[in-house]
């Protein structure tokens, strides 16, 4: 979802403005979830985002396209992050030393 980089100002903590080349099934799936988590844990966002749910466009699926498909993100975020709020559809992290 890069409307919520758009609508809330704040910087991407990933080059990735979107998601898909780390959710959809290809050859350099892989590639891109390693450059994705390396360039999370590198920029330690206050904020993580998993916009993968109801309502939301392309990638509303959790089982099958939320962030615990990918097992070291979903550790990744299980060991930093808090679920906060479930909003329209997208769930909302917040690092732990911020609660």
Do not use: K
Request: net charge negative; aromatic share 12%.
């Amino acid at each position: 979802m890069p409307v919520f980089w758009v609508e809330t100002g704040l910087l991407q903590a990933t080059r990735d403005g979107q998601a898909s080349r780390q959710i959809e099934p290809h050859p350099r799936r892989d590639y891109y979830r390693t450059r994705f988590l390396q360039d999370l844990v590198r920029a330690r966002p206050p904020v993580f985002v998993d916009a993968v749910g109801p309502g939301n466009f392309a990638y509303e699926d959790r089982a099958q396209d939320g962030q615990e498909t990918f097992p070291e993100l979903r550790d990744y975020i299980a060991n930093n992050y808090h679920l906060v709020r479930d909003v329209e559809g997208s769930r909302v992290y917040v690092r732990n030393d911020r609660l």
